[in-house]
């Protein structure tokens, strides 16, 4: 649709009624300049947290299905106080779940995936010159029974919304001004970028920057949507995130430290074709996601294996891990929660030599010691000690002067 912008605005920017009105006041600025828009928004504040402690208040383990009811009641609230804030500045308005837009997805409850989307409804207001306000983070399935799509996924509404109803751009509006060079708790220099690349911003989500919900980027490639992470409190122009027209000159953008990871290692495996598939398919059955992969031959005919997972998945995969040496009769299983992941980022670093030089010389003069090395074609991670991971970031960010880029 001609002239169409999609915006979301996430749960700090509608935490308060006060803040509702401010977005309800920016929402018709817009629209009275001439846009059809459409409005994506999170749960108020930290109502989803609660919604999570009242149900782990009545069991551990709640149905998949109830859980989803549960936590898609946080954005019913947001969506209608803030349609009624803009029909109190006197626009034209209706508010919609996402069962209601036909936001369809996969029965998979708390982490469905987007199938498609019926745009007839969210048209239709449209072109009764309505605003249409849609709740974020849920849909329905083939069941009829309302799914979310994993903690943050508004973001990922809001794109494929925009990718459904060809928008001209999508804006996610936050409390920070855009996307920094690293997280600006750590690093208090960290600069607001004004344009990253999806495959760089998709690095920097993935590797625990917590900008966006990693799908809401991948989704943005895919179809080609212009990205704006902006701040609903001020005018800045925040970071626009799109395509790197820039390839040629590689250079570092970004840091991003992920220390919310724990690493599990198998020691004395047998040496033998199958051993691996074995493992990480046990791995896979239970759902675990594996990061960084290592294995060394020390001893003839015998190996270790060791692998990150999140934290929050750490005991479940001590449990595959033990029952996988028991198995195949290695040796014994160790878990060490206090690394941290540690990456620099930006499109064709690793084929730079100079960067990743300098990037080793760094950790090298703090003394910091590095566990594991990976990379991808947009970063180099490395596996360090968390007692020094944010010091080895804020020297990483000096050394690749990102603070006057
Ligand atoms: N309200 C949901 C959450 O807190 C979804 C979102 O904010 O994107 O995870
Ligand atoms: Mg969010």
């Known amino acids: 649709m001609k002239n169409l912008i999609v915006q979301k605005y996430g749960g700090t920017s509608v935490g308060s009624i006060e ?13 009275r300049k001439g846009k059809h828009i459409v409005v994506i928004v999170s749960a108020m504040g930290k109502t989803t947290d609660q919604l999570v402690d009242l149900a782990h208040q009545i069991s551990a383990e709640p149905s998949g299905r109830e859980y989803d009811v549960l936590l898609s ?15 109190k500045i006197g626009e034209k308005v209706i508010s919609l779940t996402g069962p209601q837009v036909g936001l369809q997805t996969s029965s998979v409850h708390k982490r469905a995936r987007i199938t498609g989307i019926d745009d007839k409804r969210i048209i239709g ?18 069941n009829n029974d309302i799914t979310t799509l994993g903690r943050g996924g508004s973001d990922t ?49 993935s590797l625990g920057a917590g900008v966006l919900h990693p799908r809401s980027v991948e989704l943005a490639e895919k179809f080609n949507i212009p990205l704006i992470v902006r701040s ?25 430290l992920d220390d919310a990871i724990g690493k599990i290692s198998i020691m004395e495996v047998p040496d033998q074709p199958g051993i691996a598939y074995r ?3 046990m791995l896979a059955n239970n759902n675990i996601h594996v990061d960084m992969i290592v294995q060394n031959t020390n001893r003839a005919a015998i190996n270790d294996i060791s692998f990150t997972v999140d934290e929050d998945e750490l005991q ?41 030089s300098k990037f080793f010389e760094t950790l090298y003069k703090l003394g910091v010691n590095i566990h594991t090395i ?8 490395v596996l360090v000690d968390k007692h020094i991971s944010k010091k080895a970031m804020i020297a990483l960010h000096d050394s690749f002067k990102l603070k006057n880029n």
Not at 19 to 31: D, L
Request: aromatic share 6%; net charge negative.
């Open 279 to 281: 493992l990480f398919s």
């Open 125 to 142: 207001e449209l072109k009764q010159n309505k605003i249409v306000i849609v709740a974020g983070f849920q849909g329905v399935d083939e």
């Open 73 to 87: 009641t946080g954005e019913q609230v947001s969506i209608a106080l803030l349609a009624m804030a803009i029909e």
């Open 19 to 31: 803040k509702i009105k401010n977005v309800a006041n920016r929402i018709v600025e817009q629209k």
């Open 374 to 381: 990976s990379t991808s074609e947009t970063r180099i991670s």
């Open 157 to 205: 509404s809001a794109v494929a919304i925009a990718a459904g109803l060809d928008a001209d751009c999508c804006e996610i509006y936050t409390d920070v001004d855009g996307v920094f060079t690293a997280d600006p708790r750590v690093v208090p220099e960290a600069r607001k970028l004004d344009e990253i690349s999806y495959d760089e911003v998709l690095e920097m989500a």
């Open 232 to 256: 609903s409190f001020n005018e800045n122009s925040g970071t626009k995130i799109t395509t790197d027209d820039n390839m040629e000159e590689a250079i570092v953008k970004g840091i991003a």
């Open 316 to 356: 479940e995969a001590l449990e595959v891990a033990q029952k996988f040496a028991f198995e195949v009769e290695a040796q014994k299983v160790e878990f060490d929660k206090g690394v941290a992941k540690l990456s620099i980022i930006g499109n064709g670093i690793v084929a730079n030599p100079e960067i990743s």
